[in-house]
């Protein structure tokens, strides 16, 4: 008997940690953001700088010194929740072939995750691993990005997660480390 529940425990976690949206978004009142270059060339985001919208919020950390993105716990299976979406604009000066990445902190196996989406293409996992500390997760794959406009999403697929900065660079075997500037 407990083997059998302990299963349907097991089952009704791992479904609760299956959901997805795939709607799409509307995109409109993005806000420019600051392109920023080094000696490969990089991008830091603050994920808060996006266009950040429910049930996306914004919170203040560590004395008001970070800022993030956070999905409160409970508002993907709550149908009467608003979709979370955070949508980026950059105006690239030249074609890049470029890394994403993602300074995240989750609160469990079930809170490890978000959806990556260029306008037009499928979502794309971002997360899922088990590191429960502020850390970096890298995209899913190079994007060769063509000069001037260009825009994404950040779209909630596990809720109970923080997103603070995003990192792009043409640097393949760069790191990023702690909080960049
Ligand atoms: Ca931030």
Known sequence: MIKHLSL??????????????????DLDNIKDVKVEHSSSWTLVLEAESGDVRPSFETLKLEGDSLQVIHLPLGVVKDKNKAKGIASYKLDLDDDREVNFWFRVKWNGTCANSFNLRFTGEPAKVIGDDDSLEWHWVRGPQDYNLSKGEFKFDIEQREDDIMI???YLTDNKTFVPQGIEK
């Open 164 to 166: 603070d900065q995003i």
């Open 8 to 25: 349907l425990l097991c089952m009704l976690l791992f479904s609760s940690c299956s959901d997805k949206d795939k709607d799409d978004t």
